[in-house]
């Protein structure tokens, strides 16, 4: 269980990863010293699973998001067939999901062009691959790997 300085550590973290170690002590009341030691007990305990950069995407020209709903005619999840869609570098997310009996993909692309394309010769070529039907955003109000942490 994580104690109410280590879950505002947390917090500080998810809002800005980059945020020096003497600023997160200062913002909790704590030396430096011991934010850091918290920190790497989080980071051995599992509960920071990394660090990454969040790149722009129109600077990239990945404007378009698109979530293919892919059925395959395997019943179940299995590895290879979620494992063959991860390896499409255009994908974001890959989700088992109920309801569908298969997968969500999210994609990130620079246009519908770009999305037909990995789709016919990238998703559909997966032999397990029946279908897709694919959703594309118009708008994104929200967008973030932050998880809510309570404390």
Same mark, same amino acid.
Not at 1 to 27: G, T
Not at 34 to 52: C, H
Not at 70 to 83: A, E, F, M
Not at 115 to 126: F, N, Q
């Given at each position: ?10 917090n500080i973290l998810?809002? @800005?990863? %980059?945020?020096?170690? +003497?600023?997160?002590? %200062?913002? #909790? ?10 920190? %790497?007990? $989080? =980071? ?23 979530? #293919?709903?892919?059925? !395959? ?12 869609? !991860? ?6 997310? #890959? ?11 999210? $994609? /990130?692309?620079?246009?519908? +062009? =770009? $999305? ?5 010769? @990238?998703?559909? +070529?997966?032999? =397990?691959?029946v279908s897709t /039907?694919?959703t594309t955003v $118009?708008?994104?109000?929200?967008? !973030? ?7």
């Amino acid at each position: 269980m994580l104690d109410e300085i280590s879950l505002k550590i947390l917090n500080i973290l998810q809002e @800005k990863a %980059r945020i020096p170690n +003497v600023e997160v002590a %200062r913002r #909790v009341e704590m030396a430096p010293s011991a934010v850091l030691e918290r920190i %790497r007990k $989080l =980071e051995r305990q599992g509960f920071i699973d990394g660090y990454e950069v969040r790149l722009n995407p129109e600077r990239f020209d990945r404007r378009q998001i698109a979530f #293919v709903e892919v059925q !395959t005619r395997l019943v179940g999840d299995h590895p290879q067939i979620g494992q063959a869609l !991860t390896n499409i570098p255009e994908v974001q997310e #890959v989700h088992y999901v109920a309801g569908l009996d298969g997968y969500l993909v999210k $994609l /990130r692309v620079a246009d519908t +062009v =770009e $999305l037909g394309a990995i789709i016919r010769e @990238k998703i559909a +070529v997966i032999t =397990e691959v029946v279908s897709t /039907r694919t959703t594309t955003v $118009l708008h994104t109000y929200k967008e !973030t790997a932050r998880i809510p942490i309570r404390g």
